[in-house]
């Protein structure tokens, strides 16, 4: 089946640095790809869609200049938390849609700490 | 807008019981219809998938589930859970295009 890889599987940082997410489809293209944020003993967030080529699309709330999305080829997109502080620290999923019929194929998940 | 309800928050089973957790969706047509399952701090595993025909789907891990149009529903049974399946168990449904929408998932504590 198709495959979504996210690296790094945990990142520790210090405030006020920056983190790269990479997610990538392995053996399809991925036009579109989500990125969401899941908080403790809580259900996935989206963040902002990513469509190949263009602007990512923020969800209501999401800072974008904080969350820099990119999504430079159909199979990586990533994303950036630029001025991390500790309240940026959460589990980071990506998923990409593939297939036909089309569905998401999900990330192993990124645990950003921030220190 | 489509929006997907899982009534239960938690759930507990002795192990050894049958399971049923519930996922119930509002959309204007028929999704696609999805479960994956999360341990703590990993990433979703799919346990099974719907897009048309036989209502009654086949996972992995003696899962299954039962697509009922009536009810707008996609519950998820297992005949007899084991200590492993403990977990936080999501419903998600895609209207065929890119809209994703998750449930706010059920946690699973199996007794022993």
């Known amino acids: 089946g198709a495959v979504v890889s996210q690296h790094p599987s945990w990142v520790i940082c210090k405030s006020g640095t920056s983190v790269k997410i990479e997610c990538r489809s392995l053996?399809?293209?991925?036009?579109?790809m989500f990125w969401y944020r899941q908080f403790p003993k809580q259900s996935l967030m989206l963040m902002a869609t990513s469509n190949e080529g263009s602007k990512a699309t923020y969800e209501q709330g999401v800072e974008k200049d904080k969350f820099l999305i990119n999504h430079a080829s159909l199979t990586l997109s990533t994303l950036t938390v630029t001025s991390a502080h500790p309240e940026d620290s959460s589990f980071y999923i990506c998923?990409?849609?593939?297939?036909?019929?089309?569905?998401?194929?999900f990330g192993q998940g990124t645990r950003l700490t921030v220190v | 807008a489509q929006s997907v309800t899982q009534p239960d928050i938690h759930i507990t089973v002795s192990e050894g019981a049958s399971l049923e957790l519930r996922c119930n969706y509002s959309?204007?047509?028929?999704?696609?219809l999805f479960w994956y399952v999360q341990s703590p701090g990993q990433g979703l595993q799919l346990l099974l998938k719907y897009f048309s025909g036989d209502t009654l789907v086949q996972g992995i891990k003696g899962f299954e589930a039962e697509f009922k149009r009536s009810q707008s529903s996609f519950n998820l049974r297992k005949p007899s859970v084991h200590w492993s399946d403990a977990a936080e168990y999501f419903c998600l449904i895609n209207n065929a295009g890119n809209m994703l929408t998750f449930g706010g998932g059920t946690r699973l504590m199996v007794k022993p």
């Open positions: 053996d399809f293209q991925a036009t579109t």
């Open positions: 959309y204007g047509a028929t999704p696609y």
């Open positions: 998923s990409a849609l593939g297939g036909a019929p089309t569905e998401a194929f």
